[in-house]
């Protein structure tokens, strides 16, 4: 598998992808069901050797049956899909348990938690006991960031500062119009990583510039994005050297989850 700058291969690791039946999936991939086999099928049409994939927004649900849809998809394609559990922090208790049973039992590698979403600022107090259970389990929390106020970087950041062990990723790195913001607190916290999904080229190659290129994961959000011009933002259209694409396209986020990444 693998993309090509001349005739060298780049390993693809997708730091965002979403997995689930929804009839908004039918606009950018033509069907409403997302599940291991279709995701597999979507990554070999575009040369994506591994993604990370999770539930998408399923209103009013403690995401159980959608998780498991996820576990299901990882063991069925275990070299290609790798899964990060999505909880609903106002859940508390049941939150916990479902973090502790998908990292420990089933393999998962990570949290996705969307506050905007679930409504809930990322800095709540809410949020606190899902960062102590990542820092005891040792993985990281990727958030979405930006549109709504509850998700701004700012907000994430403050989160960083409060537990420093941990690992967040700011999804979107605050998408559009608050990339800037988020460039400016992941100069101040070293342990929040930038994901591209959605954001402007030019912000990206700025967080670069700013950052150095380990502080940055490719992402995708496929099927709300899809991964051809996702990639092809950060292969064919920005300025980054080869070996700074290979660390952004996959080895960052390989080296992040101790996960060996090979052409598949």
């Known amino acids: 598998m693998a993309v090509k700058i001349d005739d060298s291969d780049i390993c693809v690791f997708d730091a965002h992808t979403h997995l689930?039946?929804?009839?908004?999936?039918?606009?950018?991939?033509?069907?409403?069901?997302?599940?291991?086999?279709?995701?597999?099928?979507?990554?070999?049409?575009?040369?994506?050797?591994?993604?990370?994939?999770?539930?998408?927004?399923?209103?009013?649900?403690?995401?159980?049956?959608?998780?498991?849809?996820?576990?299901?998809?990882?063991?069925?394609?275990?070299?290609?899909?790798?899964?990060?559990?999505?909880?609903?922090?106002?859940?508390?208790?049941?939150?916990?348990?479902?973090?502790?049973?998908?990292?420990?039992?089933?393999?998962?590698?990570?949290?996705?938690?969307?506050?905007?979403?679930?409504?809930?600022?990322?800095?709540?107090?809410?949020?606190?006991?899902?960062?102590?259970?990542?820092?005891?389990?040792?993985?990281?929390?990727?958030?979405?960031?930006?549109?709504?106020?509850?998700?701004?970087?700012?907000?994430i950041a403050d989160l960083a500062y409060t537990f420093p062990d941990a690992t967040i990723i700011m999804g979107h790195m605050g998408i559009f119009e608050d990339a800037l913001e988020a460039i400016a607190v992941a100069k101040r916290a070293d342990n929040i990583i930038l994901e591209t999904s959605y954001c402007p080229l030019k912000m990206v190659m700025l967080a670069k510039a700013e950052l150095g290129p380990k502080r940055i994961v490719y992402g995708s959000d496929t099927p709300y994005s899809i991964f051809g011009w996702e990639i092809d933002k950060i292969l064919k259209y920005s300025n980054f050297k080869e070996d700074e694409k290979r660390l952004i396209l996959g080895e960052n986020l390989a080296n992040l989850l101790h996960i060996k990444l090979t052409p598949t």
């Open 20 to 155: 689930g039946i929804k009839k908004t999936f039918e606009i950018m991939v033509g069907t409403d069901r997302l599940l291991g086999d279709e995701m597999v099928t979507l990554m070999d049409k575009h040369g994506v050797d591994k993604v990370i994939s999770f539930p998408c927004l399923m209103p009013l649900t403690d995401f159980s049956k959608e998780n498991n849809l996820v576990k299901e998809a990882m063991e069925k394609h275990p070299d290609r899909i790798v899964g990060f559990v999505r909880v609903n922090p106002y859940l508390k208790e049941i939150a916990i348990k479902q973090i502790e049973f998908y990292v420990k039992e089933a393999g998962m590698k990570g949290i996705k938690l969307h506050p905007s979403a679930e409504y809930y600022s990322a800095n709540d107090p809410v949020v606190y006991p899902i960062l102590e259970k990542a820092v005891e389990l040792k993985v990281p929390v990727l958030f979405h960031s930006g549109e709504l106020f509850m998700a701004r970087p700012a907000m």
